[in-house]
């Protein structure tokens, strides 16, 4: 077994740190042909990405121009702690409003601690926001993944 081979994730472990980690860098191709790399709150859903962004920002500019886009999701401090998943994606961007306030509400029951649904001043305020917004769904062509852990300190 080569040593690639040994530090691969298996579906399971990808779909555990997908849904441990916070955030995922999403790296869409710029207007003047630099990666263009962007630091974002997500969903997992199914084993893909799911972010949601203003609806005029660059990076949705770059995905309407070329909808490729590379997902990096990582973790760990040293070296041999690494572990992510580096993610070819296809983006499909979604404007309808239900899509839109749907994953908005997903995306905050995610990362606001201790609540279960959005209700009041707070689904009010999702709602002024949604027109404003898109979700992005990266559908994954290629997928690497590492984890430096099952090296077990051996380089």
Not at 9 to 27: K, T
Request: glycine share 8%.
């Amino acid at each position: 077994m080569s040593r690639r081979d040994r530090i691969r994730l298996s579906e399971a472990e990808l779909l555990e740190l997908l849904d441990a980690e916070r955030v995922a860098v999403v790296c869409s191709n710029g207007p003047r042909g630099f990666p263009h790399s962007m630091p974002l709150w997500y969903v997992p859903r199914d084993g893909e990405v799911w972010i949601w962004t203003y609806a005029k920002s660059q990076k949705v500019r770059n995905l309407e121009r070329d909808p490729r886009a590379t997902v990096l999701v990582e973790a760990g401090r040293e070296y041999g702690e690494l572990r992510g998943a580096m993610i070819e994606a296809e983006a499909e961007i979604h404007r309808d409003f239900e899509t839109v306030l749907g994953f908005a509400e997903e995306l905050t029951v995610r990362y606001a601690d201790g609540i279960e649904s959005v209700e009041g001043d707070a689904k009010a305020a999702l709602e002024a926001q949604a027109p404003k917004r898109v979700a992005i769904r990266f559908r994954p062509s290629r997928v690497a993944t590492w984890d430096h852990r099952k090296l077990g300190g051996a380089y």
